[in-house]
């Protein structure tokens, strides 16, 4: 299975931390930025911003292109 199909796995059984916690690992920010992507249009703005202050290992570059 590939690492696409395990996040989408993931995302599709609501396990939205583990699916972002896989993608960071990897090292693809694309993967990431998808991840968070999905994860943004699923939350409240306020709970995706908390959920991105809790992260310690998002990359500014990934940060900045979620905020904007």
């Not at 995302?11 to 998808?34: I, P, R, V």
Request: hydrophobic letters at 45%; proline letters at 3%.
């Amino acid at each position: 299975i590939s690492l696409r199909d395990q996040i989408d796995m993931l995302l599709l059984l609501q396990k939205k931390e583990e699916a972002l916690n896989k993608a960071l690992s990897c090292g693809d920010t694309d993967q990431a930025l998808y991840v968070l992507m999905k994860i943004k249009a699923t939350e409240s703005p306020s709970d995706f911003i908390l959920r991105l202050q809790r992260l310690k290992t998002l990359p500014l570059k990934l940060h900045l292109q979620v905020n904007c």
